[in-house]
């Protein structure tokens, strides 16, 4: 007699994935939505005022969109460090090394926007890439692990950021804490509240996926992601490659910062990272791979921020949303462990009982 | 989190959510001209039960500080406008996601939006775009059309209490925490030194800033550091009252902030800032909904939302009635603040017959002469 049986297979197809990803957002929701209607909250009002104030309008969209340019970058910046294997998790310390050099220019500077613009532009790039410098010559020559270096200097970029917010760059105008002054030069708006940051983000991450996917460099990467001692026997400058990949994640992220400054908060200002080079980690992880889907990915991490916030306005604690959050990704977690699974007839062998 | 009130009411029926999250939709999306022309929403009476107020907090509302206090408040316009809505939101972010939360306060209609601390440009960049909504900032700066701040003059009771550590402290060192080096922790630190001076000359002011309002376990180890440098007396702005708790280990006192903290250690206390924005915020829910709100700068003065706590237990009777004495003159107009006042480089800012108005002492960015750890 035939018994069903599942076999783990080492890759899973994405239309599983993203089947089981829907089911596994189902799942949380209808818990979520038990829970807040056990606690006296009507689930269905809170939802179709989190569509309305997220999909369901303009402003809600601005918003979106807004949360997506930082998430796309440090996204993109963590998948690109992973396509070869590597962990970069300081995209928080480079965002805030690109937004420092970005400010810098900016005060320094005085200038037409075309001309400061760019300038800012290349030293938030700049900025990112010296963050990671080290970590990435430690790891291409040393060996030493990029996730312990890239993270312990996400604090020293923070503290530096606090230190000249607070000291030599601080705002002697308005007062405003923890602030530089408003920088004269700006992004400039799209549509609404959103600048262009956002449609430049979007574009950064076509050109990337089109490069690790069509280039002779992406396919070297992933070649040396997959398999480094292969790579070195094919050729491959493995070395060359690590570094290139990791100077370029960090400019990514180091252009995030940038993109914050000039486009959102236009001052430098202490905790303003608003943990978007950690999200970037659950966006590449969302993402799995592969720099096209960091853009889903980016838009469902800021559709679960955004309705935080609407959540919060609604009485829920900033606690509470940190744990709905936890629960929808470590569903999402779950959905794709369960995809790598397939259900299989086994009939027992003959000769055996 | 359990809060009496308008919760779970809020939104009460779907079709007036529905009203809610369009009526929002359309004063965002109207074009600037269009919304220049139409006289702001605040400017005409509004029914209590059609009112919606939103607060929020830099901090969690059992702080035991800065925004307990104004939740006291938001209850106290509760209780006095029970129909009206009030929403809250904690911990505020000092990010781009405060100016979300305060665009989503407009999108669920609110017609007058505070800030209970200072978000500078996160709630003036969403004011600019919401002309129908009155906003208000504690310890803001701007004031346009439709934007407005209040504060309270904390430096006259923060120089009441400088005479009373002059009188108390035995090494003649002040330990003060802040949490940044801006204008409302200067003004404080200043006070409370220029109290003490009038007293003793000699006392100066060690300061230490732990780049957070909320963080009790930094501001223990600050006052720790503070003590271990000789400070007896201890004060500050934080939103909580940990460093009470360290002066009570070390044997030293206290001076606090936001709320009477006598109960958290009576042996070490003695007295505080307390601050009482109840009736400010129930006169401008009051003007709201008369149509007479205007944006307009507001100190809350000494008597009046701002004053010191009875003295603890262990102040001496005589050093009380010497601060108690400078607090009358203050409440019949005296101020302290005349010069010559000298900064801690040496620069002479205040020359003498001449006195710090509040403005000027709320927009400090000196110390005086006697002030370490803030430049």
Known sequence: MATRAFQRLPTAPAGRILALRLVAIAVSLCIIAGVLALSGHSPAMLAELILRSTLGSRFGLEDLMLFMCPLLLTGAAVTVCGTIGLWNIGAEGQFYAGAIAATGVALGLHGPVLVVLPLMTIAGILGGMAWITVPTLARAYAGVNEIITTLLLNFIASLLTYYLTTGPWRDRISGAQVSTQRLSVSMPEMWGIVHWGFPVAIMIVVGLALVLSRTRWGYEIRMGGANPEAARYAGIPVRLRIISVMLLSGGLAGLAGMFEVAGTVHRLQGGMANNFGYLGIVVAVLARGSCLNVIPAALLMALILDSGIVMQTQQLSASVILAITGLILFMIAIGDELAHYRPVATTPAKGKA | ?375
């Open chain 2, 1 to 375: 989190m359990t809060v009496s009130g308008s919760r779970g009411r809020l939104l009460t029926t779907r079709r007036e959510m529905l009203g809610l999250a369009g009526g929002a939709g359309s004063s965002l999306l109207l074009p600037r001209h269009a919304r220049a022309q139409a006289q702001p929403a605040w400017r005409r009476p509004l029914a209590e039960s059609d009112a919606i107020v939103a607060f929020g907090h830099t901090g969690p509302i059992t702080d035991g500080g800065w925004s307990m206090v104004h939740d006291r408040g938001v209850q106290a316009v509760r209780r006095t406008f029970p129909k009206l809505r009030t929403i809250y939101v904690e911990s505020v972010p000092y990010s781009a996601d405060a100016t979300r939360l305060f665009r989503q306060f407009v999108a669920e209609g609110a017609q007058m939006v505070m800030a209970t601390s200072e978000y500078g440009d996160f709630i003036k960049d969403v004011s600019d775009r919401a002309p129908d909504v009155a906003f208000m900032e504690c310890d803001g700066t701007n004031v346009t059309g439709n934007l407005g701040w209040y504060y309270v003059a904390h430096w006259y009771a923060s120089y009441i209490i400088g005479i009373v550590a002059a009188l108390m402290t035995k090494t003649n060192k002040i330990g003060f925490l802040g949490a940044f080096p801006i204008p409302s922790v200067y003004a404080s630190a200043n006070a409370t030194l220029l109290g003490a001076q009038s007293v003793n000359p000699a006392i100066t002011l060690q300061s230490i800033t732990i780049n957070a309002w909320f963080d009790p376990q930094a501001a223990t180890q600050a006052a720790t550091a503070l003590a271990d440098n000789g400070c007896d007396f201890l004060c500050g702005i934080m939103d909580e009252p940990a460093y009470l708790r360290v002066a009570l280990q070390r044997g030293l006192k206290a001076a606090m902030w936001n709320t009477g903290m006598l109960d958290y250690g009576p042996q070490a206390y003695v007295s505080s800032v307390c601050l009482d924005f109840n009736d400010y915020y129930i006169s401008q829910v009051r003007n709201l909904l008369a149509g007479t709100w205007q944006p307009e700068g507001h100190f809350l003065t000494l008597g009046h939302g701002v004053d010191r706590d009875a003295w603890g237990p262990t102040v001496p009777p005589e050093a009380a009635a010497r601060a108690d004495d400078m607090r009358t003159r203050m409440l019949a107009g005296h101020n302290p603040f005349v010069g010559p006042i000298y900064d801690n480089h040496g620069r002479l800012r205040v020359p003498a017959g001449t006195a710090l108005s509040d403005l000027e002492i709320y927009h400090s960015d000196w110390a005086v002469a006697g002030v370490s750890g803030l430049e």
